[in-house]
């Protein structure tokens, strides 16, 4: 598998394609799903589902649209149903970005769950703290970690639905994967080793 990463919106975030030979999965599509769009018919990708890692809307604003270009169906834990649901009002709120309404979601990410999209598999693992869905993704090398765990730190917690408590519990359950690991989080940058982010910050 290989991991196509892209920067997008104006909160920067990490939008991640996972491939497997001509099949991908989107993973955190944020915004700028034009640029999305155009990246997967230029690598001549077959997108198969949309992941997104938290409700947040700069990680799933773009979903409207590559759900209409690609027929893909949207996933995300149903715990953070309420942030998706209002992504469209959230943008305008914090950036004034003007978006349509999110469709339903078309699946519930499950804790432990394994994902299969043809030969892409992955494993969610949920992560609550910073979201009450927050979830992480993990195939055998590589772990998205949505807003969860950054290079330089943790997610934020002082929103109203956030729950310090909880991150450290997913941090602490996140410490029990393989620590050879390639992090890949939602937001500044990716690809270090798990053991090292974790040392780096005492976690």
């Not at 709120?93 to 598999?121: C, R, S, V, Y």
């Not at 969860?148 to 991150?167: C, M, N, P, Q």
């Not at 359950?173 to 390639?182: C, N």
């Amino acid at each position: 598998m290989d991991i196509v990463s892209l920067v997008v919106g104006s909160l920067a975030t990490n939008c991640y394609l996972l491939t497997s030979g001509n099949d991908c999965v989107i993973i955190d599509p944020g915004s700028e799903a034009d640029f999305i769009s155009t990246t997967i018919l230029e690598n001549r990708l077959n997108p198969l589902a949309i992941l997104l890692t938290h409700g947040h809307f700069d990680h799933c604003l773009a979903a409207l649209e590559l759900k209409l270009n690609f027929n893909l169906p949207i996933f995300v834990h149903k715990d953070d149903s309420f942030l998706y649901r209002t992504a469209d009002k959230s943008a305008n709120h914090w950036t004034g970005e003007k978006a349509l309404k999110l469709p339903p979601p078309d699946h519930n990410l499950i804790d432990g769950q394994e994902l299969e999209f043809n030969d892409l598999k992955l494993k969610v693992i949920h992560t609550p703290g910073h979201t009450p869905g927050s979830v992480c993704l993990l195939t055998d090398s590589a772990l998205f970690t949505g807003d969860l765990l950054f290079a330089e730190g943790v997610g934020r917690t002082d929103f109203s639905y956030s729950d310090h408590k909880k991150l450290l519990s997913s941090l602490k359950k996140i410490r029990g994967l393989p620590d050879t690991l390639l992090v890949y989080p939602g937001h500044e940058e990716f690809g270090l080793p798990l053991y090292q982010i974790l040392s780096g910050h005492l976690l």
